[in-house]
């Protein structure tokens, strides 16, 4: 008995000491993890936890926040975080993920609603990737939330290589594309954003690439505020985006990243945008190198610095602590800056617990879903413009007996993905999709039969004679971003990226011409291509033409979808094809006289908003009620159910002389099936007909002014190419 009760008072002694180890060590870890600095008190708000890092900061700890590449500062628990990430049309230069239509082909959609699902898929997939990649602490460039997207300069040349990464010509439409792409990428949490958006590049910009980084834009209040500016505003009042970006180049005189015209006076006090402002890489340094509006580096900082910019894309931020010791900036100014853009970071979630963040969630299972996948073949779907469509050659029947495919961009990858991409798994060439949706039975044969850009080295031709054989041919054309892109990206441009001229390459005329010589089958032409192509020669020899633009992953089912009959072509162009360069203004004049379809006088190939159906449209009944709200009667006349963009456009009673010759206010996407009737409404206001006048002001103007709905700009040239005929009314404000 006694001896038990010795050995059960050392077993209650043993787990006595053991409960007091383990409550020992759990206090030690609940001290652990008990938050270490004021910042990472996540019942404090932003700005409390803000103050509170930048008081604990050193200058040079400051200063190292304040590029684009920021170091870990250990001492304080901050891990390095790099800034620069791309996310045009899918995240890019990150490994896996869905590669959606190039942003010019995104606006050729016409759909604002269809862009900010596309946005939420992108910003879904970052998340995911952001959240793997902390994990395998991968923090390096492209793998961050700041997205510099979307690119909303207006394309006003179809010359400039980087007009693929705009959503047009149009301030209106890319206002409403772009508003929906930042709302998409952003999310909608009340505390943390999903990801960053960043309009860019601000302002007035938009070649030639190969001057970027030296000339000045000159340009009327008019034209700022009627075209160029327009589509940041909305971005920044309404989307309320995070980020904007300023462009390389001076614009009236002064360099957009320090421009207090541009930065202070009508980003921070006018429209009151509250973000952050970032350089474009490099462009900081141009001040100095190229604009030659400062002498130093340490004056080029406080330029910008002065001025708004709070994170230089380069280095030149590296000599901030000189440029304080010189008196040219004060220490209270670099906190002002710093803290700007910390708030981007904070809002992201960075500095709080993972798991806090609703977004920490999203697993890497979204990264080039099925779902993404079909979202992007839809958006790829609503972006292919019918151009031409003699004696209804398309669609194409699936049993047709025989099908031969030529052109060099059939086959090829690179036609489906622009420029600023990200990599796929899996990608579905215009070739594979062709082959794919036809009959077993049908024999389809495939040949390049000409280069992409250059004459053929071997003059054997072996195809064209196949071709002309088969019941159809369908010739692949057109370029890719090895012709067209940013300054160092088109490795076969002559021109830095930019375009001399706007026409095929010769070698694919001459062949497309030789294909058709003495051939009754139908030829079908599939054109790829961020810009307007400009080929009257071949508009007159092709039985149907389709712009398909550079439309990503799923590009090749799409195509075929839309060659096949599957989905009915919907997709409208979002800038004015010329039929030539020559119908063009000088390339580096920024007025816009002459240029887009607002102020060309001249007949186009193809006028802006054009694209034909399968089926046929009519409208009637446009009523503008005392409200200025619009109602239209439209009706499918046709077979085929088929989508419709419907286009509003005014005259005011200055067009053609002070005002645009058309202007667009609205458009709606809208599904119609065959034999169906839907009324439409447009809501408008007063201030819908307002024109900019001569000062930059927005003014009513006094007479009679034209209100137009159709299914394209309401041109002679749009009727004489099928457009369905539109409707107007007249009235006075």
Not at 478 to 495: F, T, V
Request: aromatic letters at 10%.
């Amino acid at each position: 008995m006694k001896n038990n009760s010795t050995s059960l008072s050392k077993v209650l002694l043993f787990t006595t000491i053991l409960t007091a180890n383990c409550l020992f060590a759990q206090s030690k870890t609940e001290k652990q993890t008990v938050k270490k600095f004021k910042w990472e008190n996540t019942t404090l708000s932003y700005s409390e936890r803000i103050d509170a890092l930048v008081n604990a900061m050193t200058l040079e700890e400051k200063v190292s926040q304040m590029l684009d590449v920021c170091p870990a500062i250990p001492r304080l628990g901050i891990p390095e975080y790099n800034w620069w990430n791309e996310a045009l049309h899918g995240v890019a230069r990150n490994g896996r993920a869905t590669v959606f239509p190039q942003a010019i082909g995104l606006g050729a959609t016409f759909d604002d609603e269809l862009i900010q699902r596309v946005a939420n898929a992108i910003s879904d997939e970052a998340r995911a990737k952001y959240n793997e990649a902390i994990k395998i602490d991968n923090r390096s460039r492209y793998a961050g939330l700041t997205f510099w997207s979307p690119n909303v300069n207006i394309f006003r040349d179809p010359r400039w290589g980087r007009g693929q990464e705009t959503y047009g010509e149009d301030p209106y439409l890319t206002s409403r594309i772009g508003v929906a792409f930042v709302k998409g990428l952003q999310g909608n949490d009340p505390k943390y954003m999903k990801a960053a958006a960043c309009a860019k590049h601000y302002a007035v910009h938009s070649g030639p690439e190969e001057f970027r980084h030296e000339f000045n834009a000159v340009v009327s209040k008019k034209d700022l505020f009627e075209t160029y500016l327009p589509a940041f505003k909305a971005l920044v009042q309404e989307a309320k985006v995070e980020g904007v970006m300023g462009a390389y180049n001076r614009t009236l005189g002064e360099a957009c990243s320090g421009s207090p015209y541009l930065l202070q006076e009508i980003l921070r006090k006018d429209w009151g945008f509250k973000g952050y402002i970032v350089s474009d890489c490099g462009a900081i340094e141009d001040f100095h190198r190229f604009h030659k509006i400062t002498k130093t580096p340490e004056e080029s900082a406080a330029l910008a610095l002065i001025n708004g910019t709070n994170i230089n894309c380069g280095n030149v931020y590296k000599v901030l602590k000189n440029a304080l010791n010189q008196g040219l900036i004060t220490q209270e100014l670099i906190d002002i800056r710093l803290k700007e853009s910390l708030a981007t970071r904070f809002k992201l979630g960075m500095f709080d617990p993972i798991g806090m963040n609703p977004y920490d969630n999203i697993k890497a299972t979204v990264v080039d879903s099925e779902a993404h996948r079909k979202l992007a073949r839809e958006a790829a779907q609503k972006s292919i413009v019918l151009l031409k469509n003699s004696n209804n050659v398309l669609p194409i029947k699936k049993d047709t007996r025989t099908v031969y495919v030529v052109g060099p961009n059939a086959s090829s990858e690179e036609v489906l993905l622009g420029n600023y991409y990200g990599v796929t798994s899996s990608t579905q060439t215009i070739l594979d999709g062709i082959v794919g949706k036809v009959s077993a039975g049908t024999s389809i044969n495939y040949k390049s039969g000409v280069l992409p850009f250059t004459k053929n080295n071997n003059p054997i031709d072996w195809s064209t004679g196949e071709a002309k054989s088969a019941d159809v041919c369908i010739a692949v054309m057109g370029i890719s971003g090895l012709l067209e892109g940013e300054e160092g990206e088109a490795i076969a441009s002559d021109d830095k990226g930019d375009k001399k001229t706007l026409s095929l390459p010769q070698n694919q005329i001459d062949y497309l011409k030789k294909l058709k010589k003495g051939s009754k089958k139908p030829l079908v032409l599939v054109l790829t291509g961020g810009s307007p192509i400009a080929i009257p020669e071949i508009h007159e020899i092709a039985d149907a033409i389709l712009f398909v633009w550079y439309p990503g992953e799923e590009g090749g089912n799409a195509v075929a979808d839309i060659l096949f009959g599957d989905v009915a072509p919907s997709g409208k162009l979002p800038i004015t094809f010329p039929k030539s360069e020559s119908q063009l203004p000088a390339f580096d004049d920024y007025n816009m006289a002459g240029r887009t379809y607002k102020y060309m006088t001249q007949e186009p190939l193809y006028p802006f908003g054009f694209g034909l159906s399968y089926t046929t449209f009519e409208y009637k009944n446009l009523k503008l009620n005392k409200d200025y709200s619009v109602t239209v009667d439209i009706t499918n006349t046709g077979k085929t159910d088929s989508e419709e963009v419907i286009q509003l456009y005014i005259s005011s009673p200055l067009a053609g002389k002070e005002d645009p010759i058309y202007d667009l206010k609205s458009f709606k996407r809208e599904l119609l099936k065959a034999g169906e009737t839907k009324q439409l409404t447009f809501d408008l206001n007063k201030a819908s007909f307002n024109q900019i006048n001569k000062d930059g002001k927005s003014v009513p103007r006094k007479g009679v002014y034209t209100l137009y709905l159709g299914s394209s700009l309401p041109s002679q040239r749009s009727l004489d190419l099928g457009a369905t005929n539109y409707t107007k009314i007249n009235f006075k404000l």
